[in-house]
């Protein structure tokens, strides 16, 4: 989903299924003119995630960015980041960093999508949000006060601001290495994004 696109949305649910791919760059990604923050220790190639729970292109790709992951070599550091675009998207991002900080984010990662764009429930509402959480087997109290820490917003800002390292304009898009950057239109789809960030990986443990 493109950023223009985000922007025009009156409701973060209301996202539309057509992807509209825009013009490829002839390599499929781009060189970053200033790098961007990368947390990955010494020796490891980190790879950026960008999503949000409102896009269903992200809905879509998640299995198979999951997928990849899970073969994804030793020396590959893989985190996700939850755009965000305008203050619109700040309910979304704080239910992906509070169920982070709690260490559920492999238990409820999908089920959030799915009960966001397939079920139709307003999770980015905190009276719509709560209860759901705790029939997903959470604790509310911890969640609640996880969701409106200082810590939460925190990584909200640290979210935006790399997005904006890494120019993200469209989502899902990854980030690697702090140097390079590629999205679906600019790749051209889900599995060319992978091979791209594949490509890339190797080059940088070429470059040591």
Same mark, same amino acid.
């Given at each position: 989903?493109?950023?223009? !696109?985000?922007?025009?949305?009156?409701?973060?649910?209301?996202?539309?299924?057509?992807?509209?791919?825009?013009?490829?760059?002839?390599?499929?990604?781009?060189?970053? $003119?200033?790098?961007?923050?990368?947390?990955?220790? $010494?020796?490891?190639?980190?790879?950026? @995630?960008?999503?949000?729970?409102?896009?269903?292109?992200?809905?879509?790709?998640?299995?198979?960015? !999951?997928?990849?992951?899970?073969?994804?070599?030793?020396?590959?550091?893989?985190?996700?980041?939850?755009?965000?675009?305008? $203050?619109?998207?700040?309910?979304?991002?704080?239910?992906?960093?509070?169920?982070?900080?709690?260490?559920?984010?492999?238990?409820?990662?999908?089920?959030?999508?799915?009960?966001?764009?397939?079920?139709?429930?307003?999770?980015?509402?905190?009276?719509?949000?709560?209860?759901?959480?705790? !029939?997903?087997?959470?604790?509310?109290?911890?969640?609640?006060?996880?969701?409106?820490?200082?810590?939460?917003?925190?990584?909200?800002?640290?979210?935006?601001?790399?997005?904006?390292?890494?120019?993200?304009?469209?989502?899902?898009?990854?980030?690697?290495?702090?140097?390079?950057?590629?999205?679906?239109?600019?790749?051209?789809?889900?599995?060319?994004?992978? @091979?791209?960030?594949?490509?890339?990986?190797? @080059?940088?443990?070429?470059?040591?």
């Amino acid at each position: 989903m493109k950023r223009r !696109e985000f922007a025009q949305l009156a409701l973060l649910g209301a996202v539309p299924a057509a992807w509209s791919l825009g013009a490829q760059a002839d390599s499929g990604y781009v060189a970053l $003119k200033q790098p961007a923050s990368v947390l990955a220790p $010494k020796g490891q190639v980190e790879v950026v @995630q960008f999503f949000s729970y409102g896009c269903v292109h992200c809905k879509n790709f998640d299995p198979m960015f !999951e997928a990849w992951r899970k073969t994804a070599a030793k020396d590959v550091s893989v985190r996700l980041v939850h755009v965000g675009f305008n $203050k619109n998207f700040e309910p979304l991002q704080r239910i992906y960093y509070a169920l982070e900080s709690l260490g559920q984010v492999q238990a409820l990662h999908a089920k959030v999508f799915k009960a966001f764009q397939e079920q139709k429930k307003r999770l980015d509402q905190p009276d719509v949000l709560f209860p759901w959480v705790a !029939e997903q087997g959470l604790d509310r109290a911890k969640f609640e006060a996880a969701y409106q820490s200082f810590s939460v917003a925190t990584q909200i800002r640290q979210a935006v601001q790399l997005q904006d390292q890494y120019q993200v304009e469209g989502t899902p898009a990854i980030g690697i290495a702090g140097r390079y950057y590629t999205d679906g239109s600019m790749a051209g789809g889900f599995e060319q994004m992978v @091979q791209i960030t594949n490509r890339l990986i190797e @080059q940088e443990r070429k470059r040591g």
